[in-house]
């Protein structure tokens, strides 16, 4: 049973392009979360998704980034016009959730390069 | 916004010793889970506890969910270079949301 898959691992990227970040959750889990990181720091939740809709979206900035987890394919995150503030390393976990028991399995990120 | 304060920020240990990590609210949590992430990698689970007062192990891990649900340890004995890394809790909360911790990043010198 495969995990969390995140493509690509590493993206470079120029200011003012856009970056896209693929997230495949684990098989039979419909609930994926984004989460940003910066180095020698904790997670900063972006934005909650279930397959078509989007549950939470209140830690993702209100420009340039958008995020979707449509009916086929993976969740992605997109970060349009991109700045070197954007640099960082960018998580999703995927969840199944239970009314007593949750847990959240983490994919291995993609660290994003902004020049 | 339900907030985990994690304490301390920074251990740094030899090996051998023993360590306890604290991971603090003021909210209530139906779950709580702990994580471990080394460099350049995801986090990966290490153990899920729902039930107040709750206890797990873990070979040489302990961890613990307080009565009242709102806050919790990890306890390693005798940590091992292979324990260095950053330890991260998160409480499963209001609106099916992971609420995470700031973060203890624990390094054991051999």
């Known amino acids: 049973n495969a995990g969390v898959m995140q493509n690509p691992r590493h993206l470079v990227r120029r200011r003012g392009q856009e970056a896209r970040l693929r997230c495949s959750p684990m098989k039979g889990h419909s609930h994926v979360y984004w989460y940003r990181q910066l180095p020698e720091e904790g997670l900063k939740f972006m934005v909650y998704l279930q397959k078509e809709n989007i549950i939470d979206e209140s830690g993702m900035p209100k420009e340039r980034f958008s995020a979707e987890f449509p009916k086929e394919g993976p969740s992605i995150l997109r970060i349009q016009q991109v700045v070197r503030g954007d640099s960082a390393a960018y998580f999703c976990a995927s969840s199944v959730l239970s009314s007593s028991y949750n847990e959240q399995f983490f994919g291995p990120g993609t660290r994003l390069t902004v020049l | 916004t339900q907030l985990l304060e994690q304490s301390p920020q920074f251990l740094s240990i030899q090996e051998g010793e023993n360590l306890t990590v604290y991971c603090n609210s003021s909210?209530?949590?139906?779950?709580l889970q702990w994580y471990r992430q080394e460099p350049g990698e995801g986090p990966v689970l290490l153990v899920t506890?729902?039930?107040?007062?709750e206890v797990k192990k873990l070979k040489r891990l302990t961890f613990q969910f307080g009565d009242a649900r709102k806050d919790s340890s990890l306890h390693i004995t005798a940590a091992q270079p292979g324990d260095t890394g950053l330890y991260l809790c998160a409480g499963f909360g209001t609106g099916n949301q992971f609420y995470f911790g700031t973060g203890t990043s624990l390094t054991v010198i051999p």
């Open positions: 506890v729902v039930t107040g007062g």
């Open positions: 909210s209530v949590f139906s779950s």
